[in-house]
């Protein structure tokens, strides 16, 4: 039983280059989450799945999308990276309104 | 909407002295509350959580958190802090008001340093 894993762990680019964000569960939940993490800015949500098939804006949404591939999987792409997009990325997931359950992390550079 | 204010980006303690981090939350609904902690270079690991039912809620690593309607706060505390208590604490509020989505709204992190 792995829970969430994320591929992957590190990443450099550079700016306007693409790239996708990889994360997988286990736990058979049906929501799933990106958040990015910024110093002294805690967690802000990115983009959500509540349910496979279904994808919605979080706070941050601008210069991202997400795919819900199945209830296992949620990717996140970056299209053209920007410095700004400079981050450490949590993927989680969890059941409705239950604890969330964190993936490792992916620390993204652009230059 | 729901917002949550840490108090203090860092707090320092000494080893075996008491632990208080202080969560302070906005919610139009009556909200779940949870205390997560993040070690150096990991994911986020959950404390404890409340949801409803008892007000004094305990959770691993020796740690407890309170829920008080009236102050809209929901503290963390620990008795004595041990060295591997040394990480960030994050608190969050589950966006209720946006149905069963299960959105986490979090505070900006207290860092707790342990001196020896």
């Known amino acids: 039983n792995a829970g969430v894993t994320q591929t992957p762990k590190f990443q450099v680019l550079k700016t306007g280059q693409s790239m996708t964000l990889q994360c997988a569960q286990d736990m058979n939940h049906n929501s799933m989450y990106w958040y990015r993490q910024d110093p002294g800015m805690g967690l802000r949500l990115i983009y959500y799945s509540a349910s496979e098939g279904t994808t919605d804006k979080g706070e941050v949404p601008n210069g991202y999308n997400v795919s819900r591939l199945n209830k296992r999987e949620f990717s996140l792409r970056l299209e053209s990276a920007a410095p700004s997009q400079t981050s450490v990325y949590f993927c989680?997931?969890?059941?409705?309104?239950?604890?969330?359950?964190f993936g490792p992390g992916t620390r993204l550079t652009v230059l | 909407a729901q917002s949550v204010t840490q108090l203090g980006s860092h707090v320092s303690v000494s080893e075996g002295a008491l632990v208080l981090l202080r969560c302070n939350y906005s919610s139009s609904v009556p909200p779940y509350l949870f205390w997560y902690v993040q070690y150096p270079n990991q994911g986020l690991q959950l404390l404890l959580k409340y949801t409803t039912g008892a007000t004094l809620v305990k959770g691993i690593n020796g740690f407890e958190a309170e829920f008080k309607k009236s102050e809209t706060s929901f503290h963390l505390t620990k008795p004595s802090a041990h060295m591997s208590d040394a990480a960030e604490y994050f608190c969050a509020v589950s966006d209720l008001g946006s149905g069963n989505t299960g959105k986490l709204i979090f505070g900006q992190g207290t860092t707790l340093q342990v001196k020896p």
């Open positions: 989680s997931s969890g059941q409705n309104t239950d604890t969330q359950y």
